[in-house]
């Protein structure tokens, strides 16, 4: 069961899901899929109006890299686009005047030429990482632009987190970061944590730094919106648990109380009547001409709610646009007292982002266990992490845990784990923080039902459902 699309001037907005749901005797977690689409603007900002700031974080033994990634990720700018290139000892590298410069071709050679020989490379004794998210935000704030972009590329010479959380606190909603790990000694809890809550991308470099350096820069020139707020509004009586961003990165959202003056307004909200009761404000930052995933998770109880008849939830709005979330509580009763527990209570697309997150969970948990060398528990959650990878249909992901399957062997049959490592376990936790895979394909969720493959059960399951809502097996379709 889904609703279909709701078309703002800008946004689309789509809810899937939760659909056929067990009422059961209490409160119940049923999840939903939201997806966000924002369009082209019908006039572009003007190109200065996007600020880069690039700071190196590299062990001052890394001169000849720490030069590379610069030029490289300055001749990677936009055109027209505002930059400035951080250096250490409390300076900006370029331009020397403090402020923006911006991207034009003369500029470009004389901020490679400047940062490539005068960089000061201190930051790592003055902390790091730390240091780099300070001066940015004191950056976006004396020389403000619409949209403001870090790039820290780090090889984890200065990524402490003492203070970090304060910091990102402080940060959150000036600008948003990308994060490049370079080698593999940094932690890849910090930089998953930086690219979080600053609502970018994190991914490690296996390859040339340059290459990497000038993706994650070049696709910046796409950006067009500084913020998309998405409200949800529970009905009377149910209890919103959690939004998630799925899709194109892996990140929680915080919920705020949506109060008078926020940016936008819900569609269905007559201008100036304040928020609804009980509707929740979440922030979304640096948006392209894109389609965003979330998963959406709500505490109901059916109660006197009529059975067989779609109810809505609860209600997500974005500028323009609404979508409900419906469900429709069954009547029937289980068929065991007790049966046998199953990764998700309903099938169709929303079943399919709940087992990603419970692959990117067992994947991590696989991960960490290979870490402390605990090698049972290592084998039994990378199992688990592949075969919802497989069911999915997650190429990507699934080669990143047979490469730590692999390590296991290997590490196994020699005894030493850490010889066994070709690919670091800091870039493959890294991608399992962070990256989402592939996305959930858009599918049918509603059409002829069939009889659940159970035998004993028996009871309708809706087309493309995966495991049956009543006793919770696996069907054997469509993931």
């Known amino acids: 069961?889904?609703?279909?699309?709701?078309?703002?001037?800008?946004?689309?907005?789509?809810?899937?899901?939760?659909?056929?749901?067990?009422?059961?005797?209490?409160?119940?977690?049923?999840?939903?899929?939201?997806?966000?689409?924002?369009?082209?603007?019908?006039?572009?900002?003007p190109p200065d109006e996007l600020g880069v700031i690039i700071a190196v974080d590299f062990a001052p033994g890394r001169v000849e890299e720490t030069r590379e990634a610069v030029a490289a990720a300055v001749r990677a700018l936009p055109e027209g686009a505002s930059f400035a290139v951080l250096g250490g000892?409390?300076?900006?590298?370029?331009?020397?005047?403090?402020?923006?410069?911006?991207?034009?071709?003369?500029?470009?050679?004389?901020?490679?030429?400047v940062a490539t020989r005068l960089l000061p490379l201190t930051a790592a004794a003055r902390g790091g990482c730390l240091t780099w998210l300070e001066r940015?935000?004191?950056?976006?704030?004396?020389?403000?632009?619409?949209?403001?972009?870090?790039?820290?590329?780090?090889?984890?010479?200065?990524?402490?987190?003492?203070?970090?959380?304060?910091?990102?606190?402080?940060?959150e909603g000036r600008f948003t970061c990308d994060v490049l790990g370079v080698g593999a000694d940094w932690e890849a809890e910090v930089l998953a944590r930086i690219a979080r809550r600053l609502h970018g991308t994190a991914a490690p470099v296996s390859g040339r730094v340059a290459?990497?350096?000038?993706?994650?820069?070049?696709?910046?020139?796409?950006?067009?919106?500084?913020?998309?707020?998405?409200?949800?509004?529970?009905?009377?009586?149910?209890r919103l648990l959690s939004l998630e961003e799925t899709f194109p990165s892996r990140r929680p959202l915080t919920p705020y109380p949506a109060g008078p003056g926020e940016a936008g307004e819900p569609a269905g909200q007559p201008p100036g009547t304040g928020p609804a009761p009980g509707r929740l404000l979440f922030r979304t930052y640096a948006w392209a001409t894109e389609e965003r995933h979330y998963l959406l998770t709500l505490s109901a109880q059916a109660g006197s709610d009529l059975h067989h008849e779609e109810i809505q939830l609860a209600m997500v709005s974005v500028p323009g646009a609404d979508a409900a979330v419906l469900v429709r509580w069954t009547a029937a009763v289980r068929a065991d007292p007790a049966p046998a527990r199953s990764p998700v209570p309903y099938g169709g697309e929303e079943s399919r982002h709940v087992q990603y997150s419970r692959m990117v969970e067992e994947f991590k948990r696989g991960l960490d266990a290979l870490a402390a060398g605990r090698e049972g528990s290592a084998d039994r959650h990378l199992k688990n992490a592949s075969g919802l990878a497989g069911r999915l249909g997650d190429r990507s992901r699934l080669a990143h845990i047979r490469d730590a399957?692999?390590?296991?062997?290997?590490?196994?049959?020699?005894?030493?784990?850490?010889?066994?490592?070709?690919?670091?376990?800091?870039?493959?936790?890294?991608?399992?923080?962070?990256?989402?895979?592939?996305?959930?394909?858009?599918?049918?969720?509603?059409?002829?039902?069939?009889?659940?493959?159970?035998?004993?059960?028996?009871?309708?399951?809706?087309?493309?459902?995966?495991?049956?809502?009543?006793?919770?097996?696996?069907?054997?379709?469509p993931a």
């Open 1 to 45: 069961m889904g609703t279909a699309p709701a078309a703002g001037p800008r946004h689309r907005l789509t809810v899937e899901g939760p659909g056929d749901h067990w009422p059961g005797a209490g409160p119940q977690t049923v999840t939903a899929v939201v997806r966000v689409g924002a369009g082209a603007a019908e006039q572009a900002p």
């Open 211 to 238: 290459e990497a350096v000038a993706a994650v820069v070049g696709r910046l020139g796409a950006l067009r919106d500084p913020e998309l707020p998405v409200w949800v509004t529970p009905r009377r009586g149910v």
């Open 405 to 477: 399957q692999l390590q296991l062997r290997a590490g196994a049959a020699t005894g030493d784990g850490e010889a066994a490592r070709p690919v670091p376990l800091t870039h493959l936790l890294l991608s399992a923080l962070t990256g989402p895979g592939t996305p959930p394909p858009a599918g049918p969720t509603s059409g002829p039902a069939a009889p659940c493959v159970r035998p004993g059960c028996g009871r309708p399951v809706r087309a493309a459902a995966t495991f049956c809502v009543y006793c919770g097996t696996e069907q054997g379709g």
């Open 136 to 171: 940015a935000r004191t950056m976006a704030r004396e020389h403000p632009r619409r949209i403001v972009r870090l790039v820290m590329i780090t090889d984890g010479a200065g990524t402490g987190v003492d203070g970090l959380d304060a910091e990102l606190d402080a940060c």
């Open 89 to 113: 000892d409390s300076v900006t590298a370029h331009p020397d005047t403090g402020g923006w410069a911006v991207a034009d071709e003369a500029r470009r050679k004389q901020a490679v030429f």
